[in-house]
């Protein structure tokens, strides 16, 4: 099997210097560089940089993929919107890492399929979950909370450690979040079993009304200051930092996580628990429309058979049309006119088609495509 692996680089919070495009070209010829973006596959050979590097020095977000198996996301945000000690109660270990330095917070997810084998391209898939990034600069905590069900997931962690906070809202995950979840492989019974711990979001629509009054109680010096960056210089960090404080110091907490106490051990006990159910209602459900089909079926062919009675000889007269055609398609339509006479012959409980079919069978013998046409029919 073909190699095939695809690296991908986003700068989003500042875009890359002549200088520093330079720099990344002297690494590979052939990948995409722009002012923002770092992109190259390889079907042979391999990447020269180091991704863990590159995300300290140019950028936020860098995602791989290869056709073995393994899938790689690692975002860098400023250590201000992502407090590390917080982030560090879900990360740990080879799957969910994180790294703190000058100031930048570097977050790495890491799935492995032992299996392997897949083919999957890499193009559109870092769009997909480069809003991750700003979701855990709101300070939404899912992203964290998918990576330690990973960690649950790939046996990292004792059945004794105690589950993190649970934030809220994993009953309505955002697009990127599904692509996350997607991307990471987690299990879809391992989701439901998080869901069912965690609290509703709440509507974090802004009200003006509400913006102007707690901007109109800030000093007027920290209030010239704020209006001045957001004029002047503001990034996406500032704009995210101020509206955390706004949210903090206008309600508290907007939405608060929940301590459940589980352990690991729990988590995999209702995941069992929940995955048997679900099968068993599904097996259910199967056998429901299994059934429904069935007499739908049935219905259709005795009201086919209603519509046929009386037409038996004409329908001989056409099935030996058919056979003396000698063709693959008129054999397969004579198979079907005779399993129509079958069954006509079964209903009104006439014995006269297998003595007329038998005779038939005789006269076609050495028809041996025919023949064989009738024994899958089960004629």
């Known amino acids: ?74 975002l860098r945000l400023p250590s201000r919107l992502l407090d590390s000690k917080t982030a560090l109660k879900y990360c740990g270990g080879e799957n969910v890492s994180i790294v703190a330095k000058t100031g930048k917070v570097i977050l790495s997810f890491v799935s492995e399929d032992e299996e392997g084998g897949e083919w999957i391209e890499g193009s559109d898939h870092l769009s997909s979950l480069i809003s991750v990034r700003n979701e855990l600069a709101r300070g939404d905590l899912r992203a964290l909370y998918l990576g330690w ?64 009054e707690w901007v109109a109680g800030l000093p007027a010096e920290e209030r010239d200051d704020i209006v001045t960056r957001f004029i002047y210089n503001a990034d996406d960090a500032f704009y995210t930092e101020t509206l955390k404080r706004f ?52 219905i259709a062919r005795e009201k086919h058979l209603d519509e046929i009675t009386g037409c038996e000889e004409k329908l001989w007269t056409e099935v030996e049309k058919l056979i003396a055609a000698k063709q693959s398609k008129t054999y397969d339509q004579a198979v079907r006119l005779l399993m129509n006479l079958r069954d006509l012959g079964i209903r009104d409980k006439n014995g006269d088609f297998y003595s007329r079919f038998e005779l038939l069978k005789q006269r076609c013998s050495r028809k041996s495509s025919f023949i064989e046409r009738l024994k899958r029919a089960g004629l």
């Open 1 to 74: 099997m073909s190699e095939y692996q695809y690296y991908e680089f986003q700068a989003v919070d500042r875009p890359l210097t002549e200088k520093e495009m330079r720099e990344l070209r002297s690494y590979s010829t052939r990948a995409h560089i722009t002012p923002t973006s770092f992109i190259v596959d390889y079907s042979w050979g391999g990447f020269k940089g180091d991704e863990d590097i590159w995300m300290e020095k140019y950028f936020d977000a860098f995602l791989y993929l290869s056709n073995w198996g393994t899938r790689i996301l690692k």
């Open 149 to 212: 069900l990973l960690r649950v997931q790939t046996d990292e962690l004792d059945n004794e450690d105690i589950e993190p906070p649970v934030p809220p809202g994993f009953d309505r995950l955002s697009a990127s979040l599904r692509s996350l979840v997607e991307f990471l492989r987690i299990d879809s019974d391992l989701l439901h079993v998080a869901d069912r711990a965690s609290a509703s979001l709440k509507d974090e629509k802004l009200k003006p009304d509400e913006v102007r």
């Open 247 to 298: 949210h903090k110091e206008r309600s508290g907490q907007l939405n608060r996580v929940l301590a459940t106490g589980r352990t690991v051990g729990e988590i995999l006990r209702a995941v069992e628990v929940y995955t048997a159910e679900r099968k068993r209602i599904e097996a259910k459900t199967r056998t429901k429309d299994k059934a429904r089909r069935e007499k739908n079926a049935a």
